[in-house]
């Protein structure tokens, strides 16, 4: 602005400096012609006088009094008489203006300027009494002529008035620069500076305010953002078109195991090289959706890849990363539960049906009706125990539990229990054993008598003849805890990840000479789950299995 000023100034001053000298030397030039003409008119008006009263004076005695030229031109436009004694060889001048005006009106004049434009002649002609012409011209220097002879003053003078007019317009821009510099245009409403800038000031006031405003708004989202992505289980990352990495959450940086100065502003292919990764990058860039699960670190992760457009364009991309081993351990053990259900209630049912069938067709006979019909009713009781078991386990996954919490003593549960599974126990010539003191936990009865109930059925199940069972219900550290010990036939290692899954069996040799759902251990699991309590398993094959379940 400063700059501009200046200019704007130095100019002015220039066009002032060179307007100034044009019209003064249009002004002295025509005061130095109107004297050459004043002169000459004078001169005219002189010799006229004399001559008519005179009539045969000789006009060579005027010709050594005056510069100017002498000429006498008779009516008719010959020339009668010229002071450089060419009048014999001079044209007739019945045609030049001013003898043509001084013929109309008694005085007449003209200028004619010589082709250089260096030099011009001014004729004055009066009439005299007898009708001749008597014409005196002189040769004067014409506007360009006096000004090319005073051209280098001018040119000094104009250069002096410049430069001065230029250190006076960087004085006075530096003075009206100043006030305006020195506003603050934070506060611009408390500035006096010029009367002329208040309308911009209040603008740029209310621009302020409206941009604060606007900051304001930004940053409450942005905290907001960044609020919700940091608490994100899942991570994203946001890049431009050039795939370099402009945003990110903590769980991205979880997930792909790299540090914030690995991550910011980072070609996104140099932190993870993977083939499903550099597909999900490219096909974003390229405008288009991606969506699938990666392996990384032991884990899957659904990435998801969309671009992200500005008026059609693709300006960059936006990457998801979900965690979905759960759910895919989930769907596995969906799909095997769907098969090992089918299988388990086909079995049953295949059973009840051939020995129903060979009933109906009379081809049993009379005495073995009544072993049929306990085969029968032995599958079907088993049938409707899987059942209840499935849903059991369906209501503990989705925490459907009617009953109310209550104080339960786990020591009287496991003394009740024992009695229940005494008979079993005897037939087996297995001898359990309740230790432990009384032990109160608080938790829905029904659920934990079946846990326990599971645990210890399962020990004299899978023992040997003869063999031991070992419950204990104590306070360990504070927390609650029951605990079932035998000495049968123990878990082999590769199962031991397993024994709580649907449906799965232990000792798979002898599953068919041992009755069970193969849900027991799955409904002790997730009736922990629901107690918060968790599950211990210490287990040698042919020595015996120890479960403690710490409330």
Same mark, same amino acid.
């Given at each position: 602005?400063?700059?501009?000023?200046?200019?704007?100034?130095?100019?002015?001053?220039?066009?002032?400096?060179?307007?100034?000298?044009?019209?003064?030397?249009?002004?002295?030039?025509?005061?130095?012609?109107?004297?050459?003409?004043?002169?000459?008119?004078?001169?005219?008006?002189?010799?006229?006088?004399?001559?008519?009263?005179?009539?045969?004076?000789?006009?060579?005695?005027?010709?050594?009094?005056?510069?100017?030229?002498?000429?006498?031109?008779?009516?008719?436009?010959?020339?009668?008489?010229?002071?450089?004694?060419?009048?014999?060889?001079?044209?007739?001048?019945?045609?030049?203006?001013?003898?043509?005006?001084?013929?109309?009106?008694?005085?007449?004049?003209?200028?004619?300027?010589?082709?250089?434009?260096?030099?011009?002649?001014?004729?004055?002609?009066?009439?005299?009494?007898?009708?001749?012409?008597?014409?005196?011209?002189?040769?004067?220097?014409?506007?360009?002529?006096?000004?090319?002879?005073?051209?280098?003053?001018?040119?000094?003078?104009?250069?002096?008035?410049?430069?001065?007019?230029?250190?006076?317009?960087?004085?006075?821009?530096?003075?009206?620069?100043?006030?305006?510099?020195?506003?603050?245009?934070?506060?611009?409403?408390?500035?006096?500076?010029?009367?002329?800038?208040?309308?911009?000031?209040?603008?740029?006031?209310?621009?302020?305010?409206?941009?604060?405003?606007?900051?304001?708004?930004?940053?409450?989202?942005?905290?907001?953002?960044?609020?919700?992505?940091?608490?994100?289980?899942?991570?994203?990352?946001?890049?431009?078109?050039?795939?370099?990495?402009?945003?990110?959450?903590?769980?991205?940086?979880?997930?792909?195991?790299?540090?914030?100065?690995?991550?910011?502003?980072?070609?996104?292919?140099?932190?993870?090289?993977?083939?499903?990764?550099?597909?999900?990058?490219?096909?974003?860039?390229?405008?288009?959706?991606?969506?699938?699960?990666?392996?990384?670190?032991?884990?899957?992760?659904?990435?998801?890849?969309?671009?992200?457009?500005?008026?059609?364009?693709?300006? %960059?991309?936006?990457?998801?990363?979900?965690?979905?081993?759960?759910?895919?351990?989930?769907?596995?053990?969906?799909?095997?539960?769907?098969?090992?259900?089918?299988?388990?209630?086909?079995?049953?049912?295949?059973?009840?049906?051939?020995?129903?069938?060979?009933?109906?067709?009379?081809?049993?006979?009379?005495?073995?009706?009544?072993?049929?019909?306990?085969?029968?009713?032995?599958?079907?009781?088993?049938?409707?125990?899987?059942?209840?078991?499935?849903?059991?386990?369906?209501?503990?996954?989705?925490?459907?539990?009617?009953?109310?919490?209550?104080?339960?003593?786990?020591?009287?549960?496991?003394?009740?229990?024992?009695?229940?599974?005494?008979?079993?126990?005897?037939?087996?010539?297995?001898?359990?054993?309740?230790?432990?003191?009384?032990?109160?936990?608080?938790?829905?009865?029904?659920?934990?008598?079946?846990?326990?109930?599971?645990?210890?059925?399962?020990?004299?199940?899978?023992?040997?003849?003869?063999?031991?069972?070992?419950?204990?219900?104590?306070?360990?550290?504070?927390?609650?805890?029951?605990?079932?010990?035998?000495?049968?036939?123990?878990?082999?290692?590769?199962?031991?990840?397993?024994?709580?899954?649907?449906?799965?069996?232990?000792?798979?040799?002898?599953?068919?000479?041992?009755?069970?759902?193969?849900?027991?251990?799955?409904?002790?699991?997730?009736?922990?789950?629901?107690? %918060?309590?968790?599950?211990?398993?210490?287990?040698?094959? %042919?020595? %015996?299995?120890?479960?403690?379940?710490?409330?």
């Amino acid at each position: 602005m400063k700059r501009k000023i200046f200019l704007n100034m130095s100019y002015i001053a220039l066009i002032t400096v060179v307007c100034t000298t044009v019209f003064l030397s249009v002004v002295a030039y025509g005061r130095y012609m109107s004297q050459v003409k004043e002169g000459i008119q004078n001169e005219a008006g002189y010799m006229a006088e004399s001559l008519n009263q005179h009539e045969n004076q000789s006009l060579d005695a005027y010709k050594d009094i005056t510069i100017s030229r002498i000429t006498l031109i008779a009516a008719d436009g010959k020339v009668l008489y010229d002071s450089t004694g060419k009048e014999k060889s001079m044209s007739n001048h019945r045609n030049r203006k001013e003898f043509k005006e001084a013929e109309k009106n008694g005085a007449g004049e003209s200028t004619r300027i010589s082709k250089t434009l260096k030099k011009q002649t001014y004729y004055y002609a009066v009439k005299l009494s007898d009708g001749s012409v008597l014409r005196l011209s002189r040769e004067t220097q014409t506007i360009f002529n006096q000004v090319e002879g005073v051209l280098p003053v001018l040119i000094l003078m104009m250069a002096v008035v410049f430069v001065l007019a230029l250190a006076l317009s960087r004085l006075l821009t530096g003075r009206i620069i100043e006030p305006i510099n020195r506003i603050n245009l934070e506060h611009p409403e408390d500035e006096n500076t010029y009367d002329e800038l208040s309308p911009l000031l209040v603008r740029i006031h209310r621009q302020n305010e409206a941009i604060k405003e606007k900051i304001r708004e930004i940053k409450e989202k942005q905290i907001e953002f960044t609020t919700i992505t940091e608490n994100m289980s899942e991570g994203f990352l946001i890049l431009n078109d050039k795939s370099v990495v402009l945003s990110y959450n903590t769980s991205a940086l979880r997930i792909l195991d790299i540090r914030e100065d690995q991550c910011s502003n980072q070609n996104v292919l140099s932190i993870n090289r993977s083939h499903e990764f550099r597909r999900a990058v490219e096909a974003a860039l390229n405008g288009e959706a991606f969506e699938e699960v990666m392996e990384f670190r032991e884990r899957k992760y659904l990435l998801m890849a969309n671009p992200v457009t500005v008026s059609g364009a693709v300006k %960059g991309a936006v990457l998801m990363m979900i965690d979905v081993t759960e759910k895919e351990e989930r769907e596995e053990l969906r799909k095997e539960f769907s098969a090992n259900v089918s299988h388990e209630l086909k079995t049953p049912l295949t059973t009840i049906s051939g020995y129903a069938e060979l009933m109906k067709d009379g081809l049993v006979k009379q005495e073995d009706v009544g072993r049929f019909s306990e085969k029968i009713y032995t599958e079907a009781r088993r049938l409707i125990s899987m059942i209840e078991g499935i849903i059991k386990l369906s209501r503990l996954d989705e925490n459907q539990i009617i009953q109310e919490k209550e104080e339960v003593d786990l020591y009287q549960l496991a003394l009740e229990i024992k009695n229940s599974l005494s008979m079993k126990a005897a037939e087996e010539g297995i001898d359990i054993q309740v230790l432990g003191s009384p032990c109160k936990v608080s938790g829905v009865r029904q659920i934990l008598y079946e846990m326990l109930y599971n645990l210890m059925e399962n020990a004299v199940k899978y023992n040997d003849r003869g063999g031991h069972v070992f419950v204990t219900a104590a306070v360990m550290e504070g927390r609650a805890a029951v605990i079932v010990e035998d000495d049968g036939i123990g878990i082999p290692p590769e199962d031991a990840d397993r024994i709580f899954e649907r449906f799965y069996r232990g000792d798979k040799s002898h599953s068919s000479e041992r009755e069970g759902t193969g849900l027991g251990l799955s409904i002790v699991k997730h009736g922990a789950k629901y107690h %918060g309590a968790k599950i211990e398993v210490e287990s040698e094959v %042919g020595r %015996g299995t120890k479960i403690a379940v710490i409330f």
